[in-house]
């Protein structure tokens, strides 16, 4: 997959500090001036390039973002609440940061005439009745999370229409990497913690439900993708077309790390989706999307940072650029 450079841009990355967002910075910073505005309610400031100008606020915050905003050619808009659970506990507080929040981001993108790139999710899909899921596939949230992210993306797709404004949303599936952490941080990262401190790899349910994880660094393709493409005004998924079980999953990461621990099963995850895949035909045909890194190099990859003592975030991106 080539991908079209990005460059002499400034470039606003909400949610810098975070798991995508601050790979996305590492990937853009060489050759553009970049911002990132972060609160830093899970990303780490340690996460944040040295080269890009931090602003630490919140993107609900007027102030903060007119400062991350002026100027801007191009934003790509990561910071988001992603914990579906906290939006079922507050679906008013979650609405405030992924959905008011957003939608006066892109009236000030409208207004420095700024292309937007906007993170949007599988999650939007819910429990589809057919897989692969495409696009055009029926959106039935299941979570506020969903609906927030829903209306985001529909909200893209009609500020294309109707303000010429260069928007695309991209849905991601089940992302995984280096620097995904906290309480809330996707299966991968959670199995590899268990491995590592000789703990349990603890199953929800039977283990036969099925995901598609896809790489951060085909994430942040994706995203180069968008930035330049002329296709918008449009939503793509972003997985890599294949799925894999939990038990699978599992006992590639005990086979990746060499952990002596047992696998475990426990409750089924209330509401837990049974299935999903992404149908990414429209990325490849429309953006030149391509994923790159299997799952099994991906975990490989992770399990061999994770026994590294140190920054290990910073030791990927010396070692891949
Ligand atoms: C993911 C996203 C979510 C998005 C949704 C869209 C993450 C962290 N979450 O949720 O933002 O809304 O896709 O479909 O990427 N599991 C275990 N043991 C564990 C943890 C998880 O068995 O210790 C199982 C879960 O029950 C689930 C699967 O692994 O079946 C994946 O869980 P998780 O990584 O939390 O992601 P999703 O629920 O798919």
Same mark, same amino acid.
């Given at each position: ?61 007027? @102030? ?37 929040? @957003? ?81 809330? @941080? ?89 299935? @999903? ?45």
């Amino acid at each position: 997959m080539t991908v079209p450079p990005v460059h002499d841009r400034t470039v606003l990355v909400t949610g810098g500090a975070g798991f995508v967002g601050s790979h996305l910075v590492d990937a853009l910073v060489e050759e553009n001036e970049v911002r990132v505005l972060d609160d830093l309610s899970t990303g780490e400031c340690t996460h944040v390039h040295d080269d890009a100008t931090f602003i630490e606020g919140s993107v609900s915050d007027p @102030s903060f973002r007119d400062r991350a905003m002026a100027g801007v050619d191009l934003v790509f808009h990561e910071a988001a609440i992603v914990d579906v659970p906290e939006s079922v506990e507050n679906p008013r507080g979650t609405h405030r940061v992924n959905l008011e929040a @957003s939608l006066d981001l892109l009236e000030d993108a409208r207004r420095e005439d700024a292309r937007v790139v906007l993170a949007s999710s599988a999650a939007i899909y819910g429990h589809p009745e057919a897989l692969p899921v495409t696009e055009s596939t029926v959106s039935e949230p299941t979570s506020p999370y969903g609906v927030q992210k829903l209306a985001l993306d529909r909200y893209a797709r009609v500020y294309a229409a109707l303000y010429d404004l260069p928007t695309v949303a991209l849905r991601y599936f089940n992302v995984y990497g280096p620097r995904q952490r906290g309480p809330y @941080s996707g299966v991968i990262s959670t199995f590899l913690e268990q491995a590592g401190a000789g703990q349990p790899i603890t199953i929800e349910g039977d283990g036969e439900q099925t995901r598609d994880f896809v790489h951060v660094r085909d994430v942040v393709r994706a995203n180069l993708l968008a930035a330049t493409t002329e296709h918008v005004g449009e939503a793509y998924n972003v997985g890599t077309g294949d799925s894999t079980t939990i038990r699978e999953l599992a006992e590639t990461i005990r086979d990746a790390t060499g952990a002596d621990v047992p696998i475990v099963h426990r409750e089924p995850r209330e509401g837990d989706v049974r299935h @999903s895949r992404a149908d990414v035909s429209k990325a490849r045909d429309r953006l030149g999307f391509e994923p790159t890194i299997d799952l099994e190099s991906g975990i490989r990859d992770l399990a061999g940072r994770e026994s590294l003592e140190g920054d290990v975030s910073s030791a990927i991106h010396d070692r891949r650029g």
